[in-house]
């Protein structure tokens, strides 16, 4: 079964920075698409960014200009870099394949908390 599995969340105070990583076994990264999605609580599961195999990345509103997605294929590795944090990106961050759903499998996620 494929494991995808993010580290890198923390508490950070707003206009803050941190490193996502999602880290995957038994699938190649390279030759997906991959994206970052968050949930905040009551809220649903939300696209926050997303890259293609050659690299074209694509994002939310809401995070254009201050997140930045990008891929380590020799660590089979996708980051998301977090810049300018504001409360409202307080969320569980999960990294997928892009076009998952709901019914599909994902890791534990991790979660991103910005104090005002």
């Known amino acids: 079964q494929v494991q995808l599995v993010e580290s890198g969340g923390g508490l950070v105070q707003a206009g803050g920075s941190l490193r996502l990583s999602c880290a995957a076994s038994?699938?190649?990264?390279?030759?997906?698409?991959m994206a970052w999605f968050r949930q905040a609580p009551g809220k649903p599961r939300e696209l926050v960014a997303s890259i293609i195999p050659g690299g074209v990345t694509n994002y939310a509103d809401s995070v254009k200009g201050r997140f930045t997605i990008s891929r380590d294929n020799a660590k089979n590795t996708v980051y998301l870099q977090l810049n300018s944090l504001k409360p409202e990106d307080t969320a569980v961050y999960y990294c997928?394949?892009?076009?998952?759903?709901?019914?599909?499998?994902w890791g534990q996620g991790t979660q991103v908390t910005v104090s005002s």
């Open positions: 038994r699938v190649i990264l390279a030759i997906r698409t």
């Open positions: 997928n394949f892009a076009g998952a759903t709901m019914a599909d499998h």
